[in-house]
T-cell receptor, first 112, second 114 residues
């Protein structure tokens, strides 16, 4: 079963705009990871945020984590056409294994 | 490039057949994971190996089995294939055990069962 739920399921924006994707999960976690997947390709790791962290940045990416609300958000600033992809959050359900539980993903389309 | 290598990239096989997917983890990573991505189930964890030993198991069918060899590469064996086994199979790896390490995924192996 999927623990994470991404919102929205699909997002279409113009190049240069910001894109925000949200993820909610059900159980406590150690860490939450965000991945990108271009159509039919591999999963590219974007950011890992630990349960004791509230915000993390990587280039144009900003991830927040609210463990009290069991939610996370991924913000992509100044989007580019190359950002067009599906974005997934994955939680570890507080296990000490690599059993990641993925949401269904948000499909982002950035129009040039 | 994540450093995780999977072969083959694509394969088409008939129902009832058996296939083996191969994975080489990133250099130095001891943990290997297998995931399945299908349209109806999304991304599902199958199994994890750590330094040759099974560490965690997900919803892996009995027709599927995996192992990790002394050189740390891993194989996922899928037998008595059914149409519903058509999916993208990912291998991933991480350093040491898990303990919050980033998990890196390969490009996947596309399996089509006809």
């Amino acid at each position: 079963s999927q623990q994470g739920e991404e919102d929205p399921q699909a997002l279409s924006i113009q190049e240069g705009e910001n894109a925000t994707m949200n993820c909610s999960y059900k159980t406590s976690i150690n860490n939450l990871q965000w991945y990108r997947q271009n159509s039919g390709r591999g999963l590219v790791h974007l950011i890992l945020i630990r349960s004791n962290e509230r915000e993390k940045h990587s280039g144009r990416l900003r991830v927040t984590l609210d463990t009290s609300k069991k939610s996370s958000s991924l913000l992509i600033t100044a989007s580019r056409a190359a950002d067009t992809a599906s974005y997934f959050c994955a939680t570890d359900g507080s296990s000490n294994t690599g059993k990641l539980i993925f949401g269904q993903g948000t499909t982002l389309q950035v129009k040039p | 490039d994540s450093g995780v290598t999977q072969t083959p990239k694509h394969l088409i096989t008939a129902t009832g057949q058996r296939v083996t997917l191969r994975c080489s983890p990133r250099s130095g990573d001891l943990s290997v994971y297998w995931y399945q991505q299908s349209l109806d189930q999304g991304l599902q964890f199958l199994i994890q190996y750590y330094n040759g030993e099974e560490r965690a198991k997900g919803n892996i069918l009995e027709r599927f089995s995996a192992q990790q060899f002394p050189d740390l590469h891993s194989e996922l064996n899928l037998s008595s294939l059914e149409l519903g086994d058509s999916a993208l199979y990912f291998c991933a790896s991480s350093g040491q055990g898990y303990s919050g390490n980033t998990i890196y995924f390969g490009e996947g192996s596309w399996l089509t069962v006809v």
